[in-house]
């Protein structure tokens, strides 16, 4: 069945609705950015841009007074998300490959409680988890958020991977097998390489969830050992105790900004296509 074109009125329509949609979206972005560039003098003010742009809150968190606390903070978001996504991502797609192709009792029972977990409230486990892990030696320690972000990160990728999964012809499988193949040999030959775009799409999806995390990282550490980014914001202070360091937060909030800006600017074809491939029903 042929598409019918929009008319000029349509165009026009569906354009201004985009615009407002992207101004209302990086409306808080343009404010964080331009509170960056501020003075402590302009902070008062009410102008949106700055009457005297400066580096001076950058500097303050690469080589100024708060590098220590800011590059430290860095180091541990980056390798605990790291870590964090490539576990999610492994134990998932053999999780999900399992759900997809296997037929065994409590299927879908075990990808509603992948669903349920996701959706968990997080603030109900951080006093348990924070007990058991001061008990047992994890509390201010790398494990001590990597395990609690597979939580966050693993159900989601197990739902998202099964979706992909299941997309993919069987017969593929099969003939694999045939040409002599073991079923571990299909699955990584014949299989995986056919759901690297989902599987890509799930890493990136868990990368962004544990990257943002706020509250087991201002739960679970309490000095720079591993203390991630969102929670060492927290920490932030002024050249006094009653400065606010607005301009210093809103510059690092910026630097954290920029990795998932350009992981999306780079691969947002592959995002898009993931979600598609992921979103037909098979």
């Known amino acids: 069945m042929a598409t019918s074109k929009l008319s000029t009125r349509q165009r026009l329509s569906w354009a201004i609705l985009t615009i407002l949609v992207l101004l209302y979206a990086l409306f808080p972005v343009a404010a964080i950015l331009a509170t960056s560039f501020k003075t402590p003098a302009d902070l008062g003010n009410q102008s949106f841009l700055p009457n005297t742009w400066t580096w001076a809150n950058y500097e303050m968190i690469l080589t100024g007074s708060a590098q220590g606390l800011f590059l430290s903070a860095?180091?541990?978001?980056?390798?605990?998300?790291?870590?964090?996504?490539?576990?999610?991502?492994?134990?998932?797609?053999?999780?999900?490959?399992?759900?997809?192709?296997?037929?065994?009792?409590g299927k879908r029972l075990i990808l509603g409680a992948a669903l349920a977990v996701s959706i968990f409230p997080v603030i109900s486990v951080v006093t348990?988890?924070?007990?058991?892990?001061?008990?047992?030696?994890?509390?201010?320690?790398?494990?001590?958020?990597?395990?609690?972000y597979l939580s966050l990160t693993l159900p989601i990728s197990i739902w998202t991977l099964s979706a992909f999964f299941r997309q993919i012809p069987w017969e593929l499988e099969q003939a694999a097998q045939v040409d002599g193949?073991?079923?571990?040999?299909?699955?990584?030959?014949?299989?995986?390489?056919?759901?690297?775009?989902?599987?890509?799409?799930?890493?990136?999806?868990?990368?962004?969830?544990?990257?943002?995390?706020?509250?087991?990282?201002i739960s679970l550490t309490s000095t720079e050992a591993a203390r991630p980014v969102p929670a060492a914001l927290a920490f932030f202070t002024g050249a006094s105790q009653f400065e606010e360091p607005t301009g210093a937060i809103s510059a690092a909030a910026i630097v954290v900004t920029i990795p998932v800006v350009v992981l999306v600017l780079l691969f947002q074809r592959q995002i898009v296509a993931g979600l598609t491939q992921g979103a037909v029903k098979g």
Do not use: C, E, M
Request: cysteine-free.
């Open 181 to 217: 193949a073991t079923q571990w040999q299909a699955f990584r030959k014949a299989i995986v390489p056919l759901a690297l775009p989902g599987v890509f799409t799930t890493a990136i999806i868990a990368f962004f969830i544990a990257w943002n995390d706020f509250v087991y990282g």
């Open 74 to 105: 860095l180091r541990n978001s980056i390798g605990i998300t790291l870590i964090s996504t490539a576990i999610a991502v492994v134990l998932a797609t053999l999780a999900a490959y399992a759900i997809a192709r296997l037929n065994f009792p």
């Open 128 to 148: 348990p988890l924070f007990n058991l892990w001061r008990t047992i030696g994890l509390y201010d320690t790398w494990l001590g958020l990597i395990i609690p």
